[in-house]
């Protein structure tokens, strides 16, 4: 049966050992020896097995062991508030910073406009307001990275996308993506261009780029390499690196997504209100406490303590001794529910304070597009 991924879609599961085999993704674990011999830490989401699979970041590390200019980039699509799924991805952004690549991150005001059908207005406010804000107010140094609105890119970008239309069919378009829309493949094509437009010149010409995404999103790398083989010729491209991490669960263990807010926590929801919702998350307890206590929890089915996994518990200790209650019964889930949301509501309240700041700086650094 075919694999097909859809990267506007909120799927409930993916199964990640099949995207390994069926689309050429390799496994991370590969290259952790040559992290170590180059001397580069891991960070937590590739010491934990988050980040599981990779296209070419190999390559990437031996530029950057060499001194060449490398680059990191990402997109979101301001549809919506930005939630701990989007923190995965801003943490690995944080990373790559701090080992010395130059950060790109694009909003996706264009293709927010034709796939979600949001006002203008608003995509902008919310590109600002929500994603670049928070964004800086988790430790990206806003001096250092180029925040663009697709709409504002410029010509070179735009002749990219053109020129992208005249190198694949509809149907080789139709075998990555599914059914699609006029808005859809545009889309396709501007986050193609999105991803390969730094290594033009008039952008800084960063020909080893990494792109950090979600498991769902890899149809637009897909595509990307693609287009970056076809253009020779025309435009000297190198196909893009990329790394897949796995999605965190929504509190009730479907996907974290905008569009489900009652299972989502935001970064911008009151304290208290995400200490609520936290409470009512599904556990991997067992049906009683007397089963609990004897046969233990079962912590990777668990979404309190994927929260602990990907993001609340720094420490590797730390994270092994929580596990190792779970699995043996000594704790329950109500107790262990309450020390997340006492981490969860410390986490929310430090970085509220910090965003009071960062929104102002957002505006400033951002162009928001004229109409």
Known sequence: MSLKIDPWSAPKTLDYERLLKVFGIRPFKELIPLFTEKGIPLSLHMRRGIIFGHRDLDRII????????VAVLTGFMPSGRFHFGHKMTADQLIYYQRLGFKVFVALADAEAFAVRRLPRSEIVRIGIEEYVANLIALGLDAEKTVFYF???RGTPYYRLIQLFSGKVTMSEM????GDLTPGKVMAAFTQASDILHVELPEYGGYKHVVVPVGADQDPHLRLARDLADRMKGVVDLLPPASTYHTLIPGLDGAKMSSSRPDYTIFLTDPP???RRKLMAALTGGRPTAEEQRRLGGMPDKCVVFQLYRYH????????RAIREECETGRILCGPCKRRAADMLVEFLRDHQEKLKSAVEVARRVVEPPSF
């Open 272 to 274: 208290e209100l995400a």
């Open 150 to 152: 697709q709409t504002n």
């Open 62 to 69: 031996n530029a950057y062991s060499r001194g060449e200019k």
């Open 312 to 319: 609340l518990v720094p420490d590797d200790e730390t994270l």
């Open 174 to 177: 139709e075998a990555i993506y």
